[in-house]
């Protein structure tokens, strides 16, 4: 009996401020959440007939079907909930994330200050990573469980690294982020483990190789990583993929700000070496595109975390007050799930009017714009996943993106919808054979009197 109080306390005194910062960034996340691109691809993809994207009459047909387990997952979320499904899913993600976090900063005796700081050092670096639901969610939690493992073992080595094998077939399963996560553990073991156990850890660096190719595409998934890598967006560095910019966005001069600040911490710490390598790697990844900041952040805040004394280690935070934040975190989520995301797309009835003037040919939109024609069952000249089409489509959309040049487009094109404010508008307004049909809101809504061209199948089998 007096055991069982002891353990409840012992894990109690472990997990309140993890439990605190989870609270709290799942509340931010829930409030501030809105729908990403790549967030609804797989929603749309049903049934993938080796491979083929059916809602994308030029998709390669080849490209391999790697994502199946977040695409049911999704699906399931969204059948049950609508967008607040992904809302939902983007809150738990965050909330892991930073729990898992604060945890490993907890296990480490980091300094209460610094448990505190740091989260929100991160959340301000990379909002538009955990406020904007992209397929990324899933990889969130996954990292900060990487990272809580490694550190353990690097303090004490046990058993428990061969966790690391299904954690990254697990992860490659979910997103295309596990090469970063492959990365860091191939850097710890190489570079700190093998140094005493060199054996084993050759065998987990080899077991880490295979269980990336653990997915339903099997031998055929490194082709997924190299398509990833080098799809178009990724060498022009566009969008997603865009170099870090700090004089002209604003979301990388918060990026810039907070990832110098936590790597100033770290280094002034003296991080081991596979930490140390680890954080160049990051930042130069960074540098090259900013959407890896957000791993540099994560990474950054428990390489050289500040610690408390002795004595401040026995300090816990009280029941009421956990309780309390739990309570108020919960309401929070409830409200915001309970309103929905906040709305970035374009009017459901425009959608479905471009679905219906579009008769089965391939509709051209941008971005978020294009997932939402997918989604309502309209077909698409290209759409996410960027690198499952040839490579002279994605450069065809991807220069019409950054243009707005017209004649890109292939000439069997009846249907472009695309925000009212940038290049591809200002090519529509300028092209005579394009005509605007509607608009509302930032969205309009173009048509080319030409006949129906090349149908997606999806629709040949809907309209028979």
């Known amino acids: 009996m007096i055991g069982s109080v002891l353990a409840r306390a012992r894990w109690y005194t472990m997990l309140d401020t993890p439990t605190i910062v989870g609270g709290g960034a799942s509340a931010l996340a829930a409030i501030t959440c809105t729908i990403g691109g790549d967030a609804r691809w797989l929603l749309a993809t049903e049934d993938r007939h080796g491979g083929r994207l059916p809602f994308s009459a030029y998709a390669d047909p080849k490209w391999p079907p790697v994502l199946r387990l ?65 397929l990324q969610l899933f990889s969130l939690p996954l990292f900060a469980a990487l990272l809580l493992l490694l550190r ?33 553990s191939f850097a710890y073991l190489l570079l700190h483990r093998a140094r005493r156990q060199p054996a084993q850890s050759a065998v987990l660096a080899l077991a880490s190789l295979g269980a990336l190719c ?20 990724a060498r022009e560095h566009v969008g997603l993929w865009a ?41 130069a990844m960074t540098i090259e595109a900013s959407r890896s900041g957000v791993w540099l952040l994560l990474f950054a805040i428990g390489a050289g975390a500040p610690h408390d004394s002795i004595a401040s280690r026995t300090k816990h935070v009280p029941r009421r007050l956990l309780v309390g934040a ?57 759409s996410n996943p960027l690198d499952a089409f040839p490579s002279n489509v994605q450069r065809n959309y991807v220069r019409w ?25 200002n090519g529509m307004a300028h092209d005579s054979d394009f005509r605007l049909i509607a608009q509302r809101r930032d969205v309009a809504l173009y048509l080319r009197d030409v006949p129906v061209g090349l149908v997606c199948r999806r629709w040949s089998a809907r309209h028979p």
């Open 152 to 184: 353990s073992e690097a303090r004490q080595s046990s058993r428990r690294i061969w966790l690391l094998i299904p954690l990254l077939a697990l992860w490659s399963n979910l997103h295309g982020a596990a090469l970063v996560g492959a990365a860091v």
């Open 401 to 425: 993106s950054e243009t707005g040049q017209v004649s890109l487009l292939p000439r069997q094109t009846r249907v472009v919808i695309v925000r009212r404010y940038g290049s591809p508008a």
């Open 70 to 134: 977040p695409e049911h997952l999704l699906i399931l979320l969204y059948d049950g909930l609508g967008e607040r499904g992904l809302q939902l899913a983007q809150v738990m993600s965050v909330g892991t994330c930073f729990a898992f976090l604060a945890l490993g900063l907890r296990r480490a005796h980091a300094s209460s200050r610094w448990t505190a700081l740091a989260p929100g050092l991160v959340l301000l670096g990379a909002t538009t990573t955990f406020f904007i639901a992209r």
């Open 326 to 382: 739990v309570l108020a975190a919960a309401a929070v989520i409830a409200a915001a799930i309970q309103r929905g995301p906040l709305s970035t797309g374009a009017d459901r009835d425009l959608v479905a009017q471009a679905v219906q003037a579009a008769e089965g040919s391939a509709v051209v939109a941008e971005g978020v714009l294009g997932e939402q024609v997918a989604l309502a069952g309209g077909c698409l000249w290209v």
């Open 243 to 283: 170099r870090l910019n700090p004089t002209g966005s604003l979301f990388d001069f918060l990026l810039l700000a907070c990832g110098v600040v936590l790597l100033a911490v770290a280094l002034r710490a003296r991080p081991t070496l596979w930490e140390s390598v680890v954080l160049i790697a990051l930042a």
């Open 214 to 233: 653990l997915t339903p595409a099997l031998a055929n998934t490194p082709r997924y990583y190299v398509g990833v890598l080098n799809n178009e967006l």
